[in-house]
């Protein structure tokens, strides 16, 4: 995979499409840094060889052009806070105004574009929106693993106006595909794959896939009463997809076929409602009395799970084995996170993707006791089910 490191920037301006889609609160602050410091490494990496940058980006989901509260220029600040230069703002990405900035740009200086969502082009994969947009640089370098599953004018179709010498990815990209290549095709045995959250029909595909690579599939949260239920169980009125029963009694048979340990929760923890303070009590998963709904593992299933997680050599985890946003019902999900750095301690490789367990790592403190946090939900689903992304083509082609 070409990065940055094989490119010497110096006296080039570097266009480079991040993900600086942070959230903000009501005074346009930007309360979690995560994706901005990210990018710092490939920014800098840039500046030192003496090259210039222009930094493209969305932020949110504005619907008709331009708003104030998706303006890049709330995060300015944060930005050259956090790379230690002074950075400039184009108050749109394709006026006069910014290319007159992008091409006034001194070696070590640094421009940020406004919002490229206020264009409709943009995630519309325009051409003509595209190659505008390359006209600000001389290299593109895409650094936004969190948007390569979208084929957008900025994060895939400008890479063609680039020849193959200048065009490369940065270090957040770089790491991903790393890490993703690891599991999926590097992968030290056992591997095994945990796969939570509340739809089956979400995951299906994902599923299908890791059973090609997967030695264990672990199933929780929400979509386990789905198997359940197509298996003969009684599942009160847990969160089922009735249209789904099929898909799941096929995905257990393929499993069999196939070889592979898929693992359905033998016990759940039950609740009267769904809230925190419901009562609650531990149940067979296929005995769940009428009135009552499963909303997360039941300890045997934890314990089972943990076996299963700390004799892995490789671990790929999406998805919470239930509500864990409730104190009540985070006990497997909070097991499972506490297994997976046991795991990473003893030698295993661990990547944690996807919104939720990313969310629940974090939770319990244990970013930095696994391998890999991923910064991407979907692209990360994404590269799985398809092997690769739009946006990483785009630069390979
Ligand atoms: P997903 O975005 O599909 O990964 O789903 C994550 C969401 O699934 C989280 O907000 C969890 O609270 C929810 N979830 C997990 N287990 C259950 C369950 N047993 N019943 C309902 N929702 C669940």
Redesign the pocket.
Known sequence: MKTVDSINFSNKRAVIRVDFNVPLNEKFEVTDTTRIRAAIPTLKKILKDGGSIVLMSHLGRPKNGAENKFSLKHIVGEVSKQLGTAVQFADDCISDEAFAKSSALKNGEVLLLENLRFYKEEEKGNEDFAQKLSKHGNVYVNDAFGTAHRAHASTAVMAKFFGAEAKCFGYVMAGEVASINKVLNEAQKPFTAIV????VS??ILIIEQLMNKADNILI??????TFVKAMGGHIGK??CEEDRLETAKELLNKAKAKGVNLYIPTD?VIADN?ANDANKKESAINAIPDGW????IGAQSAKQFGEVIKNSKTILW?????????SS?ENGTKQAAFDIAEATKNGAYTLIG????VAAINKYNLADKVSYVSTGGGALLEYIENGTLPGVQAIES
Request: hydrophobic share 40%; charged share 20%; aromatic share 12%.
């Open positions: 939570g959250g509340a739809k979400d995951k929780g949260g929400g979509m386990a009463f847990s969160l759940a769904f709904l499963g909303l997360d999406n998805g919470p084995m239930g509500v864990f946003e409730m019902f996807g919104g939720d367990s």
